[in-house]
């Protein structure tokens, strides 16, 4: 028997609850060949949808959410995985169409899995989540354009969402000067001590704005689509590089070629749910090299499992900063 989070949808409406489950209620051994210990999990965007039912996030009801996880192998029918070996999961669909990781057991395919780096605990590996190492990711695609700190600023959308904080940290440690777009002045010294350079008002780029504008940015990490990326092109340097990673504001692209034929800019699109294992492993060893461990503490709020029905609805309300981290236990 294991304790879980379950989201229930029938006749009678939908319910989010904390529940205990037999083991023999998993997804079959020929569905997913490794049983987990998920130690930690955390609340990313997707999942903070799924637990309010505000989008048709899971398609496969009853569903254990839980995108990510990390915590430790127990049983493995996979030859690259031995139990007792640590592990970190994101994506996959897992909490969509396959049982997740907010729970105390859950069982995964191998092939999903990335090995934990030993720079981490399973608990800083959640404070990083889907959400960090989307912003790894990111910061990936801009080098692989070949964006250098010299090149000039970065904006930073979304800056104290997840992704915003953390890709803020490790560009900053990389030696770019960072402008985070945020539209929580209060919140200014924390991104200050992440690494921000500058912090502007995310109003400047919500609204339509000229196809081309004053350039502003060598380049970009956008976590919000719609009006802001829009403008965050229009204001990219020429031979700069957009990475666009989310749709916070909404998934529109109402702009104009002008940046790309004008300009050169590119548009790095980054995907986290289906990057190939080589690539998140990659992600996974850069953010033990590149991201301060220190700088973590500042960006989590550590929850229960029972509490995260109630985070979930902060994070869709925008009430919150950073990552919320949830403890399995």
Not at 273 to 284: D, G, H, L, S, T
Request: with cysteine; aromatic share 6%; proline share 5%.
């Amino acid at each position: 028997m294991f304790k879980a989070l379950l989201l229930e949808k029938d006749d009678a409406g939908f319910r989010a609850g904390l529940t205990t489950l037999d083991e023999s209620r998993l997804p079959e051994w020929n569905q997913a060949d490794v049983l987990v210990q998920p130690e930690y999990s955390t609340i990313n965007y997707k999942d903070a949808l799924a637990l309010t039912n505000r989008a048709p996030v899971v398609r496969a009801w009853p569903m254990v959410p839980g995108i990510d996880g990390a915590g430790t192998v127990l049983e493995s029918r996979h030859p690259d995985w031995q139990p007792g070996e640590r592990f970190v999961h994101n994506g996959w669909g897992v909490g969509e169409t396959h049982w997740g990781c907010l729970a105390e057991r859950a069982r995964l395919k191998g092939d999903w899995l990335v090995k934990l780096p030993a720079a981490f605990t399973p608990r800083q590996a959640m404070a990083i989540g889907t959400a960090g190492y989307t912003a790894m990711l990111c910061v990936l695609a801009l080098e692989r354009h070949g964006l250098q700190p010299a090149d000039g600023d970065v904006l930073v959308t979304g800056a104290t969402g997840g992704v915003g904080s953390v890709a803020i940290a490790l560009l900053s440690r990389l030696g770019y000067r960072v402008t985070a777009a945020s539209g929580k002045p209060q919140e200014a010294d924390y991104l200050n001590a992440l690494g921000a350079a500058a912090v502007v008002d995310r109003a400047e780029f919500a609204a339509a704005g000229k196809p081309l504008q004053k350039e502003r940015w060598a380049g970009v990490v956008d976590a919000l689509g719609s009006h802001t990326l829009v403008n965050a092109l229009a204001q990219t340097r020429y031979g700069g590089v957009v990475a666009a990673c989310g749709l916070a504001q909404g998934m529109d692209l109402p702009g104009s070629v002008a940046p790309f034929i004008l300009r050169g800019v590119t548009l790095a699109g980054v995907d986290s749910v289906m990057a190939p294992r080589a690539r998140r492993q990659q992600a996974w060893d850069r953010l033990a090299r590149d991201l301060d461990p220190a700088l973590l503490e500042r960006m989590i709020t550590e929850i229960a499992l029972a509490e995260a029905p109630a985070a979930a609805a902060r994070l869709i309300a925008g009430q919150m900063r950073g990552r919320y981290v949830v403890r399995i236990d």
